[in-house]
């Protein structure tokens, strides 16, 4: 059988529009707006599988390109070394973080906002799941309090920088484990 040019490209044109139409089946966070989800008693850290619900401090979540559910992280720390590790190579379509400005420090709940937006506070004395945090605020007066009161310096989220978080204490600070 002779295949026509016709015939073939109008075979190409379509096996095209179906293989995209097949790519874009597992992404249904393109075109939508993402909103937050709160955490519960069994919510864990996709990084290491702590409840998030045990441990004071911010906690984060990221949610990836293509994927209905976030990632969730018990510390802002594992968030931005995983933001900032030279192998994140997934598309990101939302990221959040709680705003410790209204949030209880030892039970957060709720409170999040847009990361991106977000002030932060580094290097202060108050501690998150992995040991020293990086606290998170929505408004700059409530991260120049915190800072005045816990120490620390104060930071806009693309000044936050690889070498800047440190993952090593965070076993180290685990009374509970």
Not at 136 to 159: H, I, N, P, T
Request: with cysteine; aromatic share 10%; glycine share 10%.
């Amino acid at each position: 059988m002779m295949i026509t040019r016709r015939k073939f490209i109008f075979s190409t044109v379509s096996l095209a529009l179906f293989g995209s139409a097949l790519a874009g089946c597992g992404q249904s966070t393109a075109g939508k707006t993402l909103t937050p989800v709160e955490i519960d008693p069994r919510t864990t850290c996709d990084l290491d599988g702590m409840l998030l619900a045990d441990y004071a401090g911010p906690k984060a979540q990221i949610f990836y390109t293509g994927h209905d559910t976030p990632t969730f992280f018990c510390d802002t720390v594992e968030l931005f070394h995983t933001l900032l590790a030279p192998e994140q190579v997934k598309a990101i379509a939302a990221v959040y973080v709680q705003d410790m400005g209204k949030a209880d420090w030892e039970q957060p709940r709720a409170n999040w906002f847009d990361a991106k937006t977000g002030f932060y506070v580094l290097g202060s004395k108050r501690h998150g799941s992995m040991g020293p945090t990086i606290a998170s605020f929505a408004q700059e007066a409530d991260a120049k309090k915190f800072a005045a009161e816990w120490g620390g310096k104060l930071l806009r989220y693309a000044e936050i920088k690889a070498d800047m978080v440190d993952l090593s204490g965070g076993a180290l600070h685990d009374t509970r484990m």
